[in-house]
């Protein structure tokens, strides 16, 4: 019976696991030096939690199970709700502001395409609990030069990616000043975040559905479509206090950005919406200049969050980067290659004539492993040549030889199998430390 | 709305984290040195796949959900079906002996108890298409000595834990000679796998109803309570060339083990049998001496399964150890506290009036961040005293502390918070090689 892997998930073969180790090592390593600590939550959670504040498009693609105990469960398409569940179980006692990262695996019942898939690992970095305004605009900022600082990490330049920035609220507010009521705009944002994925006159086509009413059709996207902050200034005048402080922070959070000497990758972007509900802040995309793709991530503030999930009322700012789109840019960009590990082994310890010399095979092979090296040798008692060509395939950097010759005078022959060259050195010396004679 | 997580699964805050990772990073670390690469694959397949030679105990414990195609999937219970599916898929492409491991997330839908959840991490090691005898010997205790190799380097001894092996040939074989037919020994199995988890009584009354006649089951009793190859050798007199072949297998395994070096973690044990069916030469557990927890880990050889998951027939053996017992174990033992790395903070950045000197601190901070120094600084505008109390609460090694006197100087001022002391530079010297400054 030959059995397939169900469509949309993939298998990682060691090369394709070197990938996925070098971009989930890269998140963990930018994270902890930017100062964020690593959670994790369940696979599974109770599906009612992801039908709270998350986007209907996230609700449909859900992967649902009921358990033994007849309960609905799902497995997570996001981790921001566990996040929330998590945060609001010890909101007394964890240290603010809480800065947290985490790389969940996430599903979604989705129809696969190209850097979507239905199960895929996604970069997470929270910053909750800083709550006065100042506070929050540098949270914003950091976790904008958080993800900056990882995919300027790999290789990726200014020219090549831009971070798209604006702002839910101003979005809100300028909506607002166009007559929409507060109820309708919640179900006009994953309209107006279609924006970039559709071709213009689509576009126009589905806003006509939410705003019948031509004028604002063309004042929204307008607005939309402007390049600076100084052009919404002057073309928009809207009088509201609201207005005005969502366009400083916007505005502060950008100055902040450059000053942390990232300026160039950042952009204030009118278009940037988020689909997601829970948004009541900055939000952010990273796309590629070029222009192709889905974007690398994206983010924003959720003020709200928490207290929607039985919480306090605590401020809460993130982002999150999956690695479906990131791996497809790299390649694209001839980043990947060149910096992904290769498997490589430290010795291989090849034998004239094992069975006699099994034992000592077995402890230097023992030995190395323990003190930390890679070892391995071959389970045929074979030619040396033969083993040699078994070492390289592996990728040894050096070859330890064994014959009788040496086992009597209890010497090794180290091959370095890069240039050729060869020792012969007491055993026990060598033991001592291998590192020195990789020659 | 309050929200619980579900029973039998873990949220990792990150003290619990740190746990996880320093457990995983270990196991990685340990396949790596001994020759195996990282593999993986989805997190659901198709529910028919471990409906294949999977034992019944593991079937019955699926979480099965059903996709909007109408298919009928499962959350992987364990991963050896899935590197079935996939050496099969490449089976000529890849090199032999293939060494293998990976860290899979596995889902178990039973009632949770100690070290035993619904979602657990089980480190996995394997070694396929060793075909020769000499060699099959080889790999299985090679697998034995890398399972053992890393529960002795987070501190276990021999007098901890204990490497129990045996061969389900052998007991086949001698099961056979009893007159048990052949149809009859894989529902034994799981039958006999139970001895060591049931009271003595408890498990003859369970034997009973599979072998009804009471000198077979006094006699197979008898058998699983031997302690030595010798005593079998001995006492147990089956007249068949495949009975002393099983024989001198074992003895053949234990016998390179203590070549290895690790000899006194094993031992000779006939009441292994491990409840799965798909096992057929060796098969080993490790238990903690104490004997109170469930086995630590377990495996054996699985020559057949590749070959019922429609590929060739092809020799395999390997081994899973999951964290939660191991987590157990390691809390008892004090192993743990010790080991696991605490949080940890390179740079905190203080300043004495933040709002003039903010360019400069995000330069600072952006640069020690980028050279891969972990940095932190405090949101809000405080006191010296209270930044430096921040500092302390993140673990900090250092604190550079800036003021309006340093940026006029263009200097820094480093500060050991460990012993206090601190010393003034320029920025620039500082920031060529921050680590010669960690006074």
């Known amino acids: 019976m ?11 073969y060691p090369a394709d696991m070197a990938v996925r180790n070098w971009i989930i090592d890269g998140w963990k390593k930018v994270s902890i030096r930017n100062g964020f600590e690593e959670y994790d939550g369940p696979i599974f959670e109770y599906l009612k939690m992801f039908q709270i504040k998350s986007g209907d498009e996230i609700v449909e693609q859900l992967f649902s199970l009921t ?3 007849g309960r609905e469960l799902a497995l997570r398409p996001e981790i921001t709700p566990t996040l929330a569940r998590m945060v609001n179980q010890r909101i007394n006692s964890l240290a603010k502001p809480i800065k947290w990262f985490s790389v969940p695996r996430l599903f979604r019942a989705e129809r696969p395409q190209k ?13 909750i609990g800083e709550a006065n305004e100042f506070g929050k605009v540098l949270a914003d900022a950091e976790v904008i030069f958080t993800a900056v600082d990882y995919l300027r990490s790999v290789g990726l330049r200014s020219e090549d990616i831009k971070v798209k920035i604006s702002s839910r609220e101003l979005l809100a507010a300028y909506l607002r000043s166009l007559g929409i009521p507060e109820n309708r705009l919640d179900s006009i944002y994953p309209v107006l975040d279609k924006k970039v994925k559709l071709p213009p006159e689509a576009f126009e086509e589905v806003l006509k559905e939410q705003v019948p009413d031509k004028e604002t059709v063309s004042k929204i996207q307008d607005f939309m479509n402007m390049v600076s902050i100084s052009e919404v200034k002057e073309c928009i ?8 402080a969502c366009l400083d922070t916007v505005e502060s959070v950008i100055d902040a950005l450059k000053m942390m000497g990232v300026g160039d990758f950042c952009v204030f972007d009118p278009s940037i919406v988020r689909g997601l509900a829970y948004y009541t802040g900055i939000v952010f995309e ?3 200049v070029q222009g192709d793709l889905r974007a ?9 969050l928490l207290h929607d999930f039985g919480g306090p009322t605590i401020p809460a700012t993130g982002m999150g980067m999956g690695d479906c789109v990131l791996e497809v840019l790299l390649k694209e960009k001839g980043l990947m290659e060149k910096q992904v590990p290769k498997k490589q082994l430290n010795y291989f310890v090849a034998s004239i004539g094992f069975g006699a ?3 000592q095979i077995y402890q230097i092979i023992a030995e190395l492993r323990s003190m930390g090296y890679s070892a391995n040798f071959s389970y045929k008692v074979g030619s040396l040549s033969r083993q040699l060509k078994e070492a390289s395939a592996q990728n040894a950097k050096n070859c330890i030889i064994m014959g009788d010759e040496e086992i009597e005078k209890d010497e090794i022959t180290v091959k370095n199998m890069t240039t050729g060259q060869q020792q012969t050195i007491q ?6 430390n291998p590192a020195k004679f990789i020659v």
């Open 357 to 359: 010399l099994a034992e």
């Open 67 to 69: 358990d033994r105990g």
């Open 237 to 244: 005048k809207v009088e509201s206090d609201e207005f005005t």
């Open 2 to 12: 030959k059995i397939q892997p169900v469509k949309g998930t993939r298998d990682f």
């Open 115 to 127: 850097g979507r898939l239905r199960e895929f690992f996604q970069w997470n970095i929270d910053i």
């Open 286 to 288: 990273v796309n590629d």
């Open 296 to 304: 690398i991530c994206g983010g924003g503030r959720f003020d709200n």
């Open 427 to 432: 055993r026990k010396v060598f033991l001592k």
